[in-house]
């Protein structure tokens, strides 16, 4: 599995990312500057954490513009794997593959911990190497991770299954339907606050994001060996 991991001015999680995706898991792993407009041959394409852009006007919002979002947009409408993580999730709102945005932290302060997280849905080849209803300890960072949206979209999401993971109490930045992590109706988006490749390793503590990484690439190993049968 080709895995692409896009670098803005300010991202500070590419590096985090790339040692799961290459070093634990082995995948041809590249990084794509911001201002390329080409993904190549790339399966999964990952924005990661940091502060894009030094999060002026607000978070991601000028990440929409850089040139490489085109690329990354057509990807996800072409059924393509997409992960944001923190401030990747915040881009993917401000761009439009998902919905609803990320405010103020209720409490108006930056959070960094480790929180429980509750796995929603488990058909996904995201979270198919988890339990339903498990609960993963995850950490976050960020100043910027409470979620809201409409009522109807809130409802929306409910019903079609769209919420993937929640904060489990208490809910630690205020985010409406303790909504930690949402996907796109098919399932190929994905957006999370919590930072999955911070609890990969077991040498530096915890291994219960691995298993979101490790799910996709079991699916994609089993779909690219049917493709090849005659």
């Known amino acids: 599995m080709n895995c692409g991991i896009v670098v803005f001015p300010g991202s500070n999680c590419d590096r985090d990312m790339a040692w799961v995706t290459e070093r634990i898991l082995g995948q041809p792993t590249r990084f794509i500057w911001h201002q390329e407009t080409d993904l190549g041959e790339v399966d999964l394409v990952i924005l990661p954490g940091g502060f894009s852009y030094g999060d002026y006007l607000r978070c991601g919002m000028l990440a929409r513009f850089s040139p490489v979002m085109a690329a990354v947009v057509?990807?996800?409408?072409?059924?393509?794997?997409?992960?944001?993580?923190?401030?990747?999730?915040?881009?993917?709102?401000?761009?439009?593959?998902?919905?609803?945005?990320?405010?103020?932290?209720?409490?108006?302060?930056?959070?960094?911990?480790?929180?429980?997280?509750?796995?929603?849905?488990?058909?996904?080849?995201?979270?198919?190497?988890?339990?339903?209803?498990?609960?993963?300890?995850?950490?976050?960072?960020?100043?910027?991770?409470?979620?809201?949206?409409?009522?109807?979209?809130?409802h929306q999401l409910e019903q079609q299954g769209q919420v993937v993971f929640r904060y489990v109490a208490p809910n630690p930045n205020g985010s409406l339907a303790d909504i930690a992590g949402i996907c796109n109706p098919q399932g190929n988006v994905l957006g999370m606050m919590p930072h999955p490749e911070r609890a990969s390793d077991g040498e530096v503590g915890g291994t219960d994001g691995l298993g979101l990484f490790q799910g996709l690439l079991a699916w994609y190993s089993k779909s690219a060996c049917a493709s090849q049968l005659p």
């Open 74 to 154: 057509a990807h996800a409408q072409a059924g393509k794997w997409v992960l944001g993580v923190c401030n990747g999730f915040q881009i993917l709102t401000e761009v439009g593959l998902l919905p609803g945005t990320l405010l103020r932290n209720r409490d108006l302060q930056f959070i960094c911990d480790t929180v429980p997280v509750q796995v929603e849905r488990t058909d996904l080849p995201w979270t198919q190497r988890y339990q339903k209803q498990q609960v993963l300890n995850l950490p976050i960072a960020h100043g910027e991770g409470c979620y809201y949206a409409e009522p109807a979209v809130l």
